[in-house]
């Protein structure tokens, strides 16, 4: 069965950090992509980053670069977002996703984990 798990999210002030993890079985984990998406009460969903765990080639929204780092340790099956300087637009469920490919291969999500729960308070 494949599955996807998240864990690290939690409450944490302004200028803060917090690291995600998500743990992956059931695939092949070296030929997806694995990424994060959130999704914060009435907005849309927005992909945050993405690493493509064959080479390690990386993506991040502008709203995240030079604050959020991505790492996979393909030994656990398991990719990381070291998530630092929090502000509180940063408040949302993060959800862990993989596709197949790469992170810019034209493939939809074909596997999502359940989120966890990242809030920054002012």
């Known amino acids: 069965e494949v599955q996807l798990v998240e864990s690290g999210g939690g409450l944490v002030q302004a200028g803060g950090s917090l690291r995600l993890s998500c743990a992956a079985s059931g695939f092949t984990f070296d030929d997806y992509a694995i990424g994060w998406f959130r999704q914060a009460p009435g907005k849309e969903r927005e992909g945050v980053s993405c690493?493509?765990?064959?080479?390690?080639?990386?993506y991040y929204a502008d709203s995240v670069k030079g604050r959020f780092t991505i790492s996979s340790d393909n030994a656990k099956n398991t990719v990381y977002l070291q998530m630092n300087s929090l502000k509180p637009e940063d408040t949302a469920v993060y959800y862990c996703?993989?596709?197949?490919?790469?992170?810019?291969?034209?493939?939809?999500?074909?596997?999502w984990g359940q989120g966890t729960q990242v809030t920054v308070s002012s």
């Open positions: 690493i493509s765990s064959s080479d390690g080639s990386t």
């Open positions: 996703a993989a596709k197949v490919g790469s992170c810019y291969s034209d493939y939809d999500v074909d596997y």
